[in-house]
């Protein structure tokens, strides 16, 4: 496991679009797995301003998300579908028939077959961006999933509508169920890029790097994975200092 620690946010951003830019520039086809939230926001922000600068083309590049909310259409602004589109696909020069996301409308079981088979299709995934849960769930891998799932539904719990809750005008708008990678299928990109900021990741982060490798934190089983590349502030930092881990 690689850990860069930055300063902020700002400095965060930088190097995980950094990373992507060289995994784009080493393989201009590559398949990029990419993550919703807001943790990712800035890193799509510098992605899109590499572009306008004319140093990232993204002509050849395929993409996977994650996860989407069940029952929301991609044209609703809280769909997974949508903050993609409006944070990045859209403003670069991306072919939008190579962003994959699963279909949130689509019949449950179905969809995610066609998922798992899209991303075989695709030859897998090169490079994962991930963001991490308050309580270490990763896509929407909640505590108690198993290790070897592919891509399936899930029900949401609590703490993550809760978490998620800010983004919708009414909370009882939050999806209570989504489609989401398995830990399976993340597990099996060739390189997995977390990045975390903030106090209220500390504990997840501390447990996910540091705690025993456990269904309890989703997270913990990138410790096994073979090439994974941490990038965290300080203040997602602040539990490793205060145990010294
Ligand atoms: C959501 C997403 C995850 C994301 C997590 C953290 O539930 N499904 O993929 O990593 O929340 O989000 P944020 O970056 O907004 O804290």
Redesign the pocket.
Known sequence: MKVIRVSDYAELSRKAADLIAEEIREKPDCVLGL???????GTYKQLVAEYEAGKLDFSRVRTVN??EYRGLPGSHPQS?RYFMDTHLFSRININKKNTFIPDGLAPEKEECEEYEKRILSLGGIDLQL?????NG????NEPGTSFIMETHPVK?TSS?IQ??AR?FNDPEEVPRR?V?MGIGTIMSAREILLIV??E??AEALQKALYGPVTPSCPASILQDHPALTVIADEEAFREIQACGS
């Not at 993550?35 to 926001?41: L, R, V």
């Not at 991930?130 to 308050?134: A, E, F, N, Q, V």
């Not at 769930?137 to 929407?140: D, E, R």
């Open positions: 993550a919703t939230g807001s943790t990712p926001e994650l996860d997974y991930l963001g991490l849960g308050r769930h990763i896509g929407f949401l993550t978490a998620n983004l989504a989401t900021n903030g209220d990741k």
